[in-house]
């Protein structure tokens, strides 16, 4: 099992759409997740931190489940420039902290 | 806050020759650098890691002596792809870790830098 695994997309919504990513990891003493967005030939950004109460920030929407080891982003009201990559990230606690990327999920929103 | 610079931010070389780039963290101080590749429409994937005043720690299937990591400084650590073939032609990506506390540290990455060896 890969330590980070995501939808592999790719998911082409309408403007307006709600779209949801999922992501499960397989370490269970992971401890630190997030979302990144990457452009197209451009670096990875931070789009949020996931706790476990689950977290919100405007139109996106994290949540995280222990039990499942399950990670999710929901993006409402999708607009042209949220197409992106959107990547899940996962600390390896017992690796020096190190963090593990998934593959990415590919995002476009059309007019 | 939390700047990451790479230089260059892209190069083109000619096989066998050695190319050197640098990670810089420009308003903080990273004791741990990653240095990340990715080939096209896939992934990140973690070449080494790197610990100021240490060895770095390289992944599995990851030459350490074609890929050069040196962090001299805790704001600095450098790449050097050495006798660079155009199987190594990417995206190379540094990162460095902001700690506090440890359950939180989120890593910033650097913009990268484009490696073209013809």
């Not at chain 1, 397989?26 to 401890?31: E, F, L, R």
């Not at chain 2, 006798?83 to 032609?89: F, L």
């Given at each position: 099992r890969k330590e980070v695994e995501q939808d592999p997309g790719p998911f082409n919504v309408p403007e307006g759409a709600t779209v949801a990513f999922n992501c499960t990891y397989?370490?269970?003493?992971?401890?630190s997740f997030f979302w990144y967005r990457q452009d197209c030939r451009k670096e990875p950004k931070l789009l949020m931190s996931v706790y476990s109460s689950g977290n919100e920030d405007g139109r996106f929407t994290a949540q995280l489940n222990r039990a499942s080891q399950y990670i999710s982003l929901l993006i409402r009201d999708s607009k042209l420039s949220d197409s992106a990559t959107y990547l899940c990230v996962v600390n390896l606690p017992y690796n020096n902290n190190d963090m593990r990327f998934g593959a990415g999920t590919r995002l476009t929103v059309k007019p | 806050g939390a700047v990451v610079s790479q230089h260059p931010s892209w190069v083109i070389c000619k096989s066998g020759t050695s190319v050197k780039i640098e990670c810089r963290s420009l308003d903080f101080q990273a004791t741990t650098m990653f240095w990340y590749r990715q080939f096209p429409k896939q992934s990140l994937m973690l070449m080494a890691t790197s610990n100021e005043g240490s060895k770095a720690t390289y992944e599995q299937g990851v030459e350490k002596d074609k890929f050069l990591i040196n962090h001299a400084s805790l704001t600095l650590s450098t790449l050097t792809v050495t006798?660079?073939?155009?199987?190594?032609?990417s995206f190379y990506i540094c990162s460095a870790r902001l700690r506090r506390p440890v359950w939180a540290d989120t890593q910033y990455f650097g913009p990268g830098t484009r490696l073209t060896v013809l």
């Open positions: 397989s370490n269970s003493a992971s401890q | 006798s660079a073939h155009p199987e190594d032609s």
